[in-house]
């Protein structure tokens, strides 16, 4: 769970020097948002976002264009102009939990991923924290989501996992919502099987509650909020 | 009444999970007593099966695969890919001839000896992956059958109804950039059911783009809202794609009596279902319809399914 495992190496890089349309086009061949501004020895010094650039040029820019003449006045603007400075960064060696609440909290779209001399190795995106998210929750693994009412009681996990183990049978994740009923909490395995039938109903001769994982969300969404419209049509 | 074959052979029930396993032989024995109580039997065109000649397990699986599962199985390992996929020494050499069922009943149909047949074979087939065997499938039976009707009998349109309760991963995925074969599949919602695959939004790839639908379904419901999302997405799809062959991966285990899922489909839901798809081969595709064995566990309710089922086929 840490952040080099989840990084993007290679990552574009650009100079103090550079111009704000080379960045604009930098990001555009890439489909990237955010480029680190590094010095000669590789240190950051800035960060700057799309979100940099499209306030730095005027609305016409990108409804119409602009004329070489106007075009012009914009030809200066270099990234040191526009760049956030200080940067918000991590090291290699922060969790993926840590890195989702700084995220969070600075409300930045990336971090810069640097050593301790402050050089740069790589970037950890919120669409990289997606990613990491999805290989955490084992969801793009085939499995079955499974919910289970325990009593709010220490080794209630175990015993689950140890059942479930010696059937031969892999946790893809195991969420645990601690809010279900008073002293009771529901238990989420993500199991990379198919066969469930049997858990089912060892866990059931085990004395565990199976509730169908729906009843639970429906509990804690709105009405209007149950059915989701389908996406457009290709 | 129409002229309906039956693929079924005793071998089928040579492929043995071991305990534990809900995909044992017993379930062909239940769907094939359903038949016979139903007096079905002898309306039925019997088609032998014979092993699938390689070429067309191969224009689906790649040759590697064939010769890992083929090996896997002659050193007598007792899964393949993953735990899910128990085997025995017979397994290979019955997947061989469960695609090869349905590949007879393919060439009986296109050939015009036959309107429309039911494959009782297992292992099933629509969770196979083209390199990778998956959820109690081996050989992809459905996606073999297509490629030989799209090959062998130079047909453009192929639809594939998908009612397993899971979502037919390896189906899917074979066809997903083929604008030639319609795959479509309703199933309990990916979030809650494997194989985590089959969300709204996969619409297909590339050139296939578009001729992918899934329509998910949440635990707990059933009949009503099958019938809604078969209206809404199954229907329209292909009164515009105008199959001219239509595909059934036949799944039972969307029953409410079956405990590999939370779909709560009764009976009668799935007689009107099946319907629903009859209606769509007699208004595109001259009545010609396969439908293969897929899922379904529960014992007790596999023959009235099969039963009600090839009733149906029979009925046209």
């Given at each position: 769970m840490f952040v080099s495992r989840s990084m993007t190496r290679g990552v574009i890089t650009a100079t103090p020097e550079t111009s704000l349309f080379d960045l604009q086009e930098l990001m555009n061949a890439h489909r990237i948002r955010h480029i680190p501004i590094v010095d000669a020895e590789r240190k950051v010094v800035g960060i700057v976002s799309d979100r940099d650039i499209r306030s730095a040029l005027p609305f016409r820019f990108f409804k119409e264009g602009l004329s070489e003449e106007e075009r012009g006045k914009f030809q200066?603007?270099?990234a040191r102009d526009i760049m956030t400075s200080p940067v918000i960064t991590i090291s290699p060696g922060y969790t993926i939990q840590d890195a989702l609440l700084l995220i969070q909290n600075a409300k930045v779209g990336a971090l810069p991923v640097v050593d301790e001399e402050g050089r740069l190795h790589g970037i950890l995106s919120v669409r990289d924290l997606l990613r990491a998210f999805i290989n955490v929750l084992g969801i793009g693994e085939p499995g079955t989501l499974l919910c289970i009412l325990v009593e709010e009681k220490v080794g209630q996990l175990k015993k689950i996992v140890d059942a479930i183990t010696a059937m031969g049978i892999s946790f893809g994740s195991v969420l645990v919502a601690?809010?279900?009923?008073?002293?009771k909490r529901a238990v989420f395995p993500y199991l990379l099987?198919?066969?469930?039938a049997q858990v089912k109903k060892k866990l059931t001769e085990m004395g565990y509650t199976l509730i169908d994982p729906m009843q639970w969300y429906l509990d804690r969404i709105p009405d209007e909020e149950r059915r989701t419209p389908p996406p457009p049509r290709p | 009444m129409k002229r309906t074959g039956l693929v079924y052979d005793?071998?089928?029930?040579?492929h043995r999970t071991g305990?534990?396993?809900?995909?044992?032989p017993e379930r062909l024995t239940a769907v094939m007593r359903g038949l016979r109580e139903g007096g079905l039997l002898e309306r039925l065109v019997p088609v032998p099966a014979e092993p699938a000649e390689l070429v067309w397990v191969q224009a689906v699986h790649s040759a590697e695969y064939v010769r890992r599962f083929e090996a896997a199985c002659r050193k007598g390992e007792?899964?393949?890919?993953?735990?899910?996929?128990a085997m025995c020494r017979e397994t290979y050499a019955v997947a061989l001839l469960a695609a090869g069922g349905v590949l007879a009943a393919c060439r009986e149909v296109l050939e015009g000896r036959l309107d429309n047949a039911f494959c009782a074979v297992?292992?099933?087939?629509?969770?196979?992956e083209a390199n990778r065997a998956m959820g109690f499938c081996y050989f992809n039976n459905v996606a073999i059958a297509a490629r030989y009707i799209q090959r062998?009998?130079?047909?453009e349109r192929i639809g594939i109804i998908d009612?397993?309760?899971?979502?037919g991963n390896g189906t899917q995925h074979i066809f997903e950039?083929?604008?030639?074969v319609y795959y479509y599949s309703i199933h309990q919602h990916p979030s809650f059911a494997y194989?985590?695959?089959?969300?709204?939004?996969?619409?297909?790839?590339?050139?296939?783009?578009?001729?992918t639908k899934n329509s998910p379904a949440l635990p707990g419901q059933g009949d009503d809202e099958y019938r809604r999302l078969l209206e809404r997405d199954l229907l329209p799809a292909f009164e515009q794609f105008r199959p001219e062959v239509i595909l059934v991966s036949a799944?039972?285990?969307?029953?409410?009596?079956?405990?590999?899922?939370d779909i709560a489909l009764s009976t009668e839901g799935y007689d009107w279902i099946m319907e629903q798809i009859l209606a769509l081969a007699a208004a595109?595709?001259?009545?010609r319809l396969i439908s293969v064995l897929e899922g379904g566990y529960c014992l007790t309710r596999l023959p009235e399914l099969a039963r009600n089922h090839v009733q149906a086929l029979l009925n046209g």
């Open positions: 200066d603007i270099r601690r809010y279900w009923e008073e002293d099987t198919q066969n469930v | 005793e071998r089928f029930l040579l305990p534990y396993h809900p995909e044992v007792s899964v393949f890919d993953s735990p899910d996929n297992r292992p099933p087939g629509h969770h196979a062998r009998f130079g047909i009612f397993d309760v899971h979502h950039e083929d604008p030639q194989p985590g695959t089959g969300r709204e939004f996969e619409y297909g790839r590339g050139g296939g783009y578009g001729f799944g039972f285990d969307a029953h409410r009596d079956d405990d590999m899922s595109h595709s001259r009545h």
